[in-house]
Structures are given as structure tokens and as C-alpha cells.
């Protein structure tokens, strides 16, 4: 082992291996390559930062600085294969608890993989999956990067928290592979996270993703550890990889023109750093307002419990919503207002108290999407139209609405009314309709009640 062993932030990394249930069967703790990354070590040792190593012309990668390496025992492919001449370094960003099914099954997971252990590897924030992807996008891939700045944000190698004996704390931890790969097998590629400015220089924004379908030609060679103190905390030279925990810590305008609204946003950072995380990827994926809502969304449900979150995505429109304490976020994302809360109530509604008649085939074609019975509809028309008579300004209308609604249904209905907005929500059996082109401002309503 190398002398790095001495440098507390080095145990604390190899506390964390632990932590992972690495065993030292998987790891080459005797390695002389083990290195502590961190900015005191790096400095002392006086190493240059970026390095050239392997072969063609995709042999520039930068140094891990500010993390700790440690070798993995390597399968006797590698040495017959010469992949530390013969194949280029890069590195892979993955969550905390994908790490030891990567290094016990010895290959990077790919989208929709089960591991050992059962479970399916879910797409990582704002990829494309089968169901939602371009034309011809195989979603049957995984992405490296010459650059830990880039394989080591949030998108990829999003933050784990666990308790570290030697700290008598909680810590925040990242981890990322480091591998070899085959030179002809990978496809170079733009950064997709929203960024402009050079994310780690000298590698140029237009060459630090690289895609790669084939699941053989790529092998781990080491795992990389980032102890952070808070979600927020960073590094002095990984600032940039930092992105949505810049954000959320200084609140300002940034990357993709994210502007948080702190007066009324009531969810922690975590979390709002999550929903900024999603929209960012979503966005650099290409996708269209509806599909950003749909993943935050998505993604939220999957993550936190109970679920029942609600995302509207657009430029223009006025909510009236019910949330739970603590779970509503708000911000903008360019020219979109991106609007997430959380609400449950988990009741089914109350039928409607009075017999309306069937709605009529000109206002059918408003609907662009129902799951209420018929005369749910007609109330939901003729509620709107009174609204929109009575009423000049949106805030009232949507007050209207969704308060005719709670008395008449029971509470906890939401209004939107927008010009171009999209909304993805959970709702309760029978408590959904979303209409287009309603009334002379054609807006866009969604009433829901979950
Ligand atoms: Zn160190």
C-alpha cells in the first residue's frame, strides 16, 4: 500500500468501501497504484493535472482530484488483454449501491440489467428508455467520461448518506468507476447535462461523453470514493461537478438559467436539488415540456414515500393546489416554471350530488384526456364556464374551480388553468380531466384529486 494510507481522507474512503460491502477479496489493497486524490495529496505529490495514457487519440483524461482510489482485484482478462496499454482509461459514475453488484458480476450494468441480487437497474435521471427515446436510440447502453468532473455530478453518480464510524457521523458519499475500454468501441460524444461553460478543461465539452453498447469491451479497474461533509459540500477542485448543489446553495441563476423560488418553496435541499437534478437531465435529453414533468414526476414517486407527486411544466399558468408540509418546490428552468408538490388523500371522491346531463359534442372535443364518469364532466364544464363569466383573473377562476369542487366532491382537488403549460400528476380512480382550447382565452385546464 501506498504511503497515501496515512491521509485520514483516504481512510475515511476505505471505511467507505467497507460501508459498501467491497470485501477485500474484490479489492487489490496492496496495489502501489492506490492513491488518495485528495487536494492536499494530489499538491504534495505535484503531479500534473491532466495526463495522457493509452492508446489513439482519446488517451487525455484528468485526474480523480479530490478522491480516493482504490484497485480492484482484476480478472485474468485484463492482463492477457493489456487493457492498461492497450485499451483507454475513462471513468463511470454510478450510485452507491450499484457498486458492488458492478464489481461482483465484473461488468458495467446497463439500463433494464438485473443484478445479482434481483433487482432491474433503472435508467439514470433523464435518460431515454424504451418508452420514451428519438428514433433509433438504443437505450441499451452505458456512459463513460475522460473526465471525473463530468462522470462524478449528480446526474450520474448521484450521493449516497451513510454513517462513518471514524467520523461518528453521517457523511455524504459518491462513487465512481474507474475502467478501461476498448478504443473501437465507444462512441465520443457532447456533454447532455445542460451545461456551457467547460466543465473540466482541457477536455473539450464536445468529446467528454462517450457512449458504449458493448458490454465486454469495457473492465473496472478501480472504484473511486468522494466523502462530502453536506449534499451541498464540494471540493475546492470539483466545485464545477457540484452543479445542483451550487444551485440550491446559492439560489442564484446558473446553469440552464435555474432560478429557485425560495419564497415559496417549503421542501429541503435534498430535495430540491433532486428536482433540479431531473429537470437539468431531462431537458439536455431533448426532452419536450411534457416529458420533463413526466420524469420529475416519475422520479419522485420512485424515490420518495408516500408518492402522489404532482409536476406542471410550462410558460404560463396559475395553480390552485392542496399540499403536504414540506413538499412543494418551486423554480424556473429557462423560460419554463417548473412546479412540483407533493399531495395525497387516497379516498375515492364523491359521486356527483346532482343527475347533469351528458355534455355536448362540441365541448367533447375540449377534452383532451378524462378519466371522470359523465356527469363529472358536465360539472367540470359547467363550473369552468362559470368561472371564466364571473371571473377576469385566473387566480380567481382556479379558486373557484377547485373549491366548487372540494364541496361538491370532497376536498382536495387541484386547478390548473394555463396557455401553455403540462402537467404530470398522480390522481384518484375517476379524478382526472384535462381540456384544451376552453373558452375564448383557449386555455388549458386540468382538474385532478388524488
Ligand atoms: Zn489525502
Known amino acids: 500500500m501506498a504511503n497515501d494510507i496515512r491521509c485520514s481522507y483516504y481512510k475515511q474512503c476505505l471505511e467507505v468501501t467497507r460501508m459498501l460491502n467491497l470485501s477485500d477479496k474484490l479489492l487489490d489493497l496492496k496495489s502501489r497504484v492506490n492513491k488518495c486524490y485528495c487536494d492536499d495529496c494530489h499538491t504534495r505529490r505535484g503531479e500534473s493535472y491532466s495526463f495522457r495514457d493509452g492508446p489513439g487519440s482519446h488517451n487525455l483524461y484528468t485526474k480523480p482530484v479530490g478522491w480516493g482510489r482504490i484497485m480492484l482485484s482484476l480478472p485474468p482478462r485484463a492482463e492477457h488483454l493489456n487493457i492498461f496499454k492497450k485499451w483507454n482509461a475513462a471513468f463511470h459514475g454510478t450510485a452507491p449501491d450499484i457498486i458492488l453488484p458492478i464489481v461482483e458480476g465484473g461488468e458495467l450494468l446497463f439500463p433494464g440489467d438485473k443484478t445479482m441480487?434481483?433487482?432491474?437497474?433503472?435508467?439514470?435521471?433523464?435518460?431515454?428508455?424504451?418508452?420514451?427515446?428519438?428514433?433509433?436510440?438504443?437505450?441499451?447502453?452505458?456512459?463513460?467520461?475522460?473526465?471525473?468532473?463530468?462522470?462524478?455530478?449528480?446526474?450520474?453518480?448521484?450521493?449516497?448518506?451513510?454513517?462513518?464510524?471514524?467520523?461518528?457521523?453521517?457523511?455524504?458519499?459518491?462513487?465512481?468507476?474507474?475502467?478501461?475500454?476498448?478504443?473501437?468501441?465507444?462512441?465520443?460524444?457532447?456533454?447532455?447535462?445542460?451545461?456551457?461553460?467547460?466543465?473540466?478543461?482541457?477536455?473539450?465539452?464536445?468529446?467528454?461523453?462517450?457512449?458504449?453498447?458493448?458490454?465486454?469491451?469495457?473492465?473496472?479497474?478501480?472504484?473511486?470514493?468522494?466523502?462530502?461533509?453536506?449534499?451541498?459540500?464540494?471540493?475546492?477542485?470539483?466545485?464545477?461537478?457540484?452543479?445542483?448543489?451550487?444551485?440550491?446553495?446559492?439560489?442564484?441563476?446558473?446553469?440552464?438559467?435555474?432560478?429557485?423560488?425560495?419564497?415559496?418553496?417549503?421542501?429541503?435541499?435534498?430535495?430540491?436539488?433532486?428536482?433540479?437534478?431531473?429537470?437539468?437531465?431531462?431537458?439536455?435529453?431533448?426532452?419536450?415540456?411534457?416529458?420533463?414533468?413526466?420524469?420529475?414526476?416519475?422520479?419522485?414517486?420512485?424515490?420518495?414515500?408516500?408518492?402522489?407527486?404532482?409536476?406542471?411544466?410550462?410558460?404560463?399558468?396559475?395553480?390552485?393546489?392542496?399540499?403536504?408540509?414540506?413538499?412543494?418546490?418551486?423554480?424556473?428552468?429557462?423560460?419554463?416554471?417548473?412546479?412540483?408538490?407533493?399531495?395525497?388523500?387516497?379516498?375515492?371522491?364523491?359521486?356527483?350530488?346532482?343527475?347533469?346531463?351528458?355534455?355536448?359534442?362540441?365541448?367533447?372535443?375540449?377534452?383532451?384526456?378524462?378519466?371522470?364518469?359523465?356527469?363529472?364532466?358536465?360539472?367540470?364544464?359547467?363550473c369552468c364556464k362559470r368561472a371564466c363569466d364571473w371571473y377576469s383573473s385566473n387566480d380567481e377562476r382556479v379558486k373557484y374551480i377547485k373549491e366548487e369542487f372540494d364541496k361538491e366532491h370532497d376536498s382536495g382537488w387541484n386547478c390548473i388553468l394555463g396557455v401553455n403549460s403540462v402537467a404530470s400528476v398522480s390522481y384518484n380512480h375517476k379524478c382526472y380531466i384535462s381540456l384544451i382550447n376552453f373558452g375564448k382565452d383557449n386555455m388549458h385546464i386540468f382538474l385532478w384529486r388524488c
Open 117 to 382: 441480487h434481483g433487482e432491474t437497474l433503472r435508467e439514470v435521471a433523464g435518460h431515454f428508455n424504451d418508452d420514451s427515446k428519438p428514433d433509433g436510440f438504443n437505450t441499451k447502453q452505458v456512459f463513460l467520461s475522460p473526465s471525473i468532473k463530468y462522470s462524478g455530478c449528480e446526474v450520474y453518480a448521484k450521493k449516497g448518506r451513510m454513517y462513518l464510524q471514524s467520523m461518528g457521523r453521517h457523511v455524504y458519499v459518491r462513487t465512481v468507476l474507474q475502467v478501461r475500454v476498448k478504443p473501437d468501441q465507444f462512441i465520443v460524444g457532447p456533454q447532455t447535462i445542460g451545461r456551457s461553460d467547460p466543465i473540466d478543461p482541457p477536455i473539450d465539452n464536445k468529446t467528454i461523453e462517450w457512449a458504449l453498447s458493448a458490454r465486454n469491451s469495457v473492465i473496472p479497474t478501480a472504484v473511486l470514493i468522494q466523502v462530502l461533509d453536506s449534499p451541498g459540500a464540494s471540493s475546492s477542485v470539483d466545485q464545477m461537478s457540484e452543479k445542483t448543489a451550487k444551485l440550491t446553495m446559492s439560489g442564484a441563476t446558473g446553469f440552464a438559467g435555474i432560478t429557485i423560488d425560495h419564497s415559496t418553496t417549503t421542501a429541503n435541499d435534498e430535495k430540491v436539488d433532486y428536482a433540479i437534478g431531473c429537470a437539468v437531465s431531462a431537458k439536455g435529453r431533448g426532452k419536450t415540456e411534457g416529458g420533463i414533468a413526466d420524469y420529475i414526476q416519475d422520479e419522485f414517486d420512485k424515490k420518495y414515500e408516500p408518492p402522489n407527486w404532482h409536476c406542471i411544466v410550462g410558460k404560463g399558468y396559475t395553480c390552485y393546489t392542496e399540499c403536504d408540509p414540506g413538499c412543494k418546490i418551486r423554480f424556473t428552468m429557462g423560460d419554463d416554471g417548473i412546479y412540483l408538490f407533493r399531495y395525497r388523500i387516497g379516498t375515492e371522491p364523491k359521486p356527483s350530488p346532482r343527475a347533469y346531463p351528458h355534455i355536448s359534442p362540441y365541448d367533447r372535443k375540449m377534452i383532451r384526456d378524462s378519466e371522470m364518469d359523465t356527469e363529472m364532466e358536465y360539472h367540470v364544464f359547467d
